[in-house]
């Protein structure tokens, strides 16, 4: 399996942008948050989480459609590659999330970004201290986060079998830890 630092490199090799990087590294630590809560290696999910989106940078019309070349010529397994894919699903691939690793990528990827969303406009620009309740205020507002598909992440959760709230906690919490490196610690 590859090392972090040589994922960051492929990432970077096809990617330059700052904002999606931040996004990545988010994912990762999603990844990585439940791979522990689940008994599953953080190392590999985590890894599938910062390379999901290696192929947007140089493709965003055809996202995921350059992800398995990218991925396999850099030695990644089939099981890495599938679940890369997979957080696509009804999107832009047919792969449907089937095991546990696969359904959380789906269901973590845009809700990163809509709890991002929400940490930037709170006074502090923080993280820190974002709760579920703002989160779930702002889900109700169709102008707010516009991009992010709510039904994805709906989709996601029930897929887990977890309440919708309860994912968005773990997210939160998920994210706190990266808070610095992905720009959401704010003035905290």
């Known amino acids: 399996m590859q090392s972090r630092d040589e994922a960051i490199r492929l990432w970077r090799?096809?990617?330059?942008?700052?904002?999606?990087?931040?996004?990545?590294?988010?994912?990762?630590?999603?990844?990585r948050h439940f791979a522990l809560k689940r008994g599953e290696d953080p190392e590999f999910w985590g890894l599938v989480?910062?390379?999901?989106?290696?192929?947007?940078?140089?493709?965003?019309t055809e996202h995921l459609k350059h992800a398995r070349p990218l991925l396999s010529g850099a030695g990644y397994?089939?099981?890495?590659?599938?679940?890369?894919?997979?957080?696509?699903?009804?999107?832009?691939?047919?792969?449907?999330?089937?095991?546990?690793?696969?359904?959380v990528l789906?269901?973590?990827?845009?809700?990163?970004?809509?709890i991002a969303?929400?940490?930037?406009?709170?006074?502090?620009?923080s993280?820190?201290?974002?709760?579920?309740?703002?989160?779930?205020?702002?889900?109700?507002?169709?102008?707010f986060a516009a991009g992010v598909s709510r039904e994805v992440i709906e989709k996601g959760a029930a897929m887990l079998g977890m309440?919708?709230?309860?994912?968005?906690?773990e997210t939160i919490q998920a994210l706190?830890?990266?808070?610095?490196?992905t720009g959401l610690k704010g003035s905290l």
């Open 106 to 114: 789906f269901a973590v990827d845009e809700l990163t970004g809509f």
């Open 77 to 103: 397994p089939e099981p890495f590659i599938r679940a890369v894919e997979c957080h696509g699903f009804g999107l832009c691939t047919d792969i449907e999330p089937v095991l546990e690793m696969e359904k």
């Open 127 to 143: 993280v820190l201290d974002l709760e579920v309740k703002s989160v779930k205020k702002k889900w109700g507002m169709a102008a």
């Open 49 to 60: 989480g910062l390379l999901h989106d290696v192929d947007y940078g140089e493709h965003p």
């Open 117 to 125: 969303a929400c940490a930037f406009v709170r006074p502090s620009r």
């Open 13 to 31: 090799e096809h990617n330059t942008d700052d904002s999606l990087f931040r996004h990545a590294l988010s994912v990762e630590a999603a990844m």
């Open 176 to 181: 706190r830890g990266v808070a610095e490196e």
């Open 163 to 169: 309440p919708l709230e309860a994912l968005i906690e």
